[in-house]
T-cell receptor
Framework: SAVISQKPSRDICQRGTSLTIQCQVD?????MFWYRQQPGQSLTLIAT?????????ESGFVIDKFPISRPNLTFSTLTVSNMSPEDSSIYLC???????????FGQGTRLTVV | GENVEQHPSTLSVQEGDSAVIKCTYS??????FPWYKQELGKRPQLIID?????GEKKDQRIAVTLNKTAKHFSLHITETQPEDSAVYFC??????????????FGKGTKLTVNP
């Protein structure tokens, strides 16, 4: 099974600034996703990171706020732009290998905006 | 799009008892139903999954049942242990040849197993 490394694991940021979260997979994967998880809540899909093309965003999430890159089959970044306290959350990277539908998750990035 | 409802939101059982968590889905095209366990501060991890070509799957103390007609599936944990305490998420997606659509998650069930 794929191993996903995500960094940073946590950060405290000033409002108005941006944070880029990195997700590295130890093998090539077909699909990568970014989720947001508020404490005690479910996983909300932000977008599907597409290799070599623009990410596919879910309703309520826009590229200007959450730009995503996926330059190859093992790496993706999520940027949280112009942060406000409402962006405080856990952000999780996820990936699916090949034909498998099993989704693996990174350990998450706990973001606090002050 | 797909919508997944999960019940109950919290569940407390005594050690050794069984626990059942239920989910319903709305999209009849969904054919893949995984269950994830998330311990406090940890990442979600797949514990069992089922595809629509079977009605039940077991793995030791964990089983999942699927009723395609009624569009619901359930997680059954027998002989619960304190280490089963966690938040459990059900999910659904449409798996097709060569890939799958995104997973849609339920809201989660916080299971507490009391010693």
């Amino acid at each position: 099974s794929a191993v996903i490394s995500q960094k940073p694991s946590r950060d405290i940021c000033q409002r108005g600034t941006s944070l880029t979260i990195q997700c590295q997979v130890d093998s090539q994967v077909t699909m990568m996703f970014w989720y947001r998880q508020q404490p005690g809540q479910s996983l909300t899909l932000i977008a599907t990171a597409n290799q070599g093309s623009e990410a596919t965003y879910e309703s309520g999430f826009v590229i200007d706020k959450f730009p995503i890159s996926r330059p190859n089959l093992t790496f993706s970044t999520l940027t949280v732009s112009n942060m406000s306290p409402e962006d405080s959350s856990i952000y999780l990277c996820s990936a699916m290998e090949g034909m498998s539908t099993e989704a693996f998750f990174g350990q998450g990035t706990r973001l606090t905006v002050v | 799009g797909e919508n997944v409802e999960q019940h109950p939101s919290t569940l407390s059982v005594q050690e050794g008892d069984s626990a059942v968590i239920k989910c319903t889905y709305s999209d009849s095209a969904s054919n893949y139903f995984p269950w994830y366990k998330q311990e406090l501060g940890k990442r979600p991890q797949l514990i069992i999954d089922i595809r629509s070509n079977v009605g039940e799957k077991k793995d030791q103390r964990i089983a999942v049942t699927l009723n395609k007609t009624a569009k619901h599936f359930s997680l059954h944990i027998t002989e619960t242990q304190p280490e089963d305490s966690a938040v459990y998420f059900c999910a659904a997606s449409n798996e097709f040849q060569g890939g799958s659509e995104k997973l849609v998650f339920g809201k989660g069930t916080k299971l507490t197993v009391n010693p």
